[in-house]
Structures are given as C-alpha cells and as structure tokens.
C-alpha cells in the first residue's frame, strides 16, 4: 500500500495542473485494473496518487468530478483519432457507410471512454456543482462541434448541423449499447440460450448500423433540398 508523501502546496499554475494530472493518471490506471468498477472512491484515489484526502478535495469536489474530467479527456483522445482516421479515406466525398463505419470502430476502440458515458446522467452527473456541470457540458459541446466539422469535411453535402445532430444521439446509443453488449455474468450466460439470440448485442457492430440509419434519415432532407448540392446535381443531369 503506498503511503501519502510529504505534502507541499502546489503554488504555481503549472504545479495545479501537475497534481491535477496526476490525480487524472492515477484514476485512470485504477479504472484500467478493475474494468467492471463504476465508480471511484476518494479514499482509494488519494491512497494511490499518494496523497491526503483532503488535498485530492483541493482539485475535485468529488469522485464524480473526478470521472467527468476523465471523460471529457477522452472525448478529446477520441476526436484526435477520429480525425486521423477520417483522412486516412481522403479529403473529401466520403459516404455515409463510411463515417458511420469509422465513428463506430473509433468509439468501441475507446472502452474507458464507452464505459464512463454509460452512466453519464445515471451517476456522473449526480454530485458535481452548477459550476463543474457548466464547465463539463461546455467541454463536451465543443467536442461534438469539432467532430462534426471533422464529418463535415470529408462529407460537405451533409451540413454541419446534421453531424451536430448525429453526434447528440450518438450519447444516449452508447449509454444504452454498452451495457448491453457488456451484460453482467447471469445475464451474458442467458442470452447465449437457444432461442435468445435476438437479445445479444454487438456493441460496435450495432452502432455502426445504428449511426447509418440516422445518417441515412438525416441526407435524405438534405437531397430533397433544392439548395443542396445534390439537388443541383438531378438538376442538371
């Protein structure tokens, strides 16, 4: 068991965000060796970043904030390789089998990021200030624009609002896929009986073909539109 180390207040902005980061790495690597855990404690945490209580109490308010920090970095890991990946299909005149396909393998590639955004409203969001919760939402509203501009991109005849869109109900699919598709012992040993088959889930394989059938609702309108490129098109053909 590692024991707190001699404490010295953090004075600089730089030294924060060092024990900030710490706490985060920290939180991470406990996450990483107990994959079912769903929540954090701030007694384990501080124990294994070596430090008090209250000291982990200087930089969170609580487990939770703590696990929304970790969330919205890996939101941001996620954009950074969404973007990488995309490219690797051109510039630009991607379709939509395409984005969904690369959405989908980029997100399940993710589990800690899978995971926390499961139980996002149901634990994460319970116990974290007004203005932790503004700060946190803010965050991730910038990530889904950044992406969306990103499928924007490589797909211009679907305009940005309709990605913004598509990445909003991305949330609320891997909230309900993830636990789904990662059932607990009695219920994963059930649905492998004969006859439950339409029970189980694929996680990655699911949201893909979820994503394309929202993908495919959203360019419809944006066809039919005469002022989209594709309107232009049948025009002129």
Known sequence: MNS???YVRARSAEQKEERRRHLLATAR???????????????ELAR??????????RYFESSEAVLMDLLVEEFAEWHAELGMALARGGKAGASVE?????FASTISARPLLCRLTSILPSILERKVSFERMVDF???????????????????????VRAFEQLVKHAVPLI????????????????????????L???????????????????????????????????QAA
Request: proline share 8%.
């Open 4 to 6: 707190p180390l001699s």
């Open 29 to 43: 690597e406990m996450l990483r060796q107990s994959p079912a855990a769903l929540d954090l404690g701030i007694n």
């Open 48 to 57: 294994e970043a070596q430090m008090t209580k209250s000291n982990v109490y």
């Open 98 to 102: 395409h984005i969904a396909r690369v």
């Open 137 to 159: 939402k803010g965050n991730l509203l910038a990530v889904r624009q950044r992406a969306a501009q990103d499928f924007h991109d490589r797909m211009p005849d679907m305009p």
């Open 175 to 198: 909230i309900g896929l993830w636990p789904l598709s990662n059932p607990v012992e009695i219920a994963a040993q059930v649905v492998e009986l004969p006859g439950l088959e339409g």
């Open 200 to 234: 189980r889930y694929d996680f990655e394989q699911d949201l893909e073909h979820a994503l394309l059938t929202l993908m495919r609702g959203l360019v419809s309108p944006v066809a039919k539109h005469p002022g989209s490129r594709k309107a232009r098109r049948s």
